[in-house]
Nanobody, 116 residues
Framework: EVQLVESGGGLVQAGGSLRLSCAAS????????IGWFRQAPGKEREGVSY????????YYADSVKGRFTMSSDNAKNTVYLEMNSLKPEDTAVYYC?????????WGQGTQVTVSS
């Protein structure tokens, strides 16, 4: 059974930090592009960052560049999203996503709330 389980969300003041984790199981981790998405109330889901399946390069949305860092621990089949200098506009449910060809898996999401 394929599973993506996010954790690490919570309530933090503006300027603070959080680290999200996404633990993957049930598929070959290295074959997949792994990404973080977020969805704020009333807004569409947007991509935050991802690690490519080809060379494991990391990409970031302009809105988080310089503040967020995505990393992976292949031995643990886990990806992380280190979020620093958080802003109220970062408030959203954060989702982990894994994609390989036609296979597309999502986690259940973890809430991040940044207070001003």
């Amino acid at each position: 059974e394929v599973q993506l389980v996010e954790s690490g969300g919570g309530l933090v003041q503006a300027g603070g930090s959080l680290r999200l984790s996404c633990a993957a199981s049930g598929f070959v981790f290295d074959d997949y592009a792994i990404g973080w998405f977020r969805q704020a109330p009333g807004k569409e889901r947007e991509g935050v960052s991802y690690i490519s399946s080809s060379d494991r390069s990391t990409y970031y949305a302009d809105s988080v560049k310089g503040r967020f860092t995505m990393s992976s621990d292949n031995a643990k089949n886990t990806v992380y999203l280190e979020m620093n200098s958080l802003k109220p506009e970062d408030t959203a449910v954060y989702y982990c996503n894994a994609v390989f060809l036609e296979r597309d898996y999502w986690g259940q999401g973890t809430q991040v709330t940044v207070s001003s």
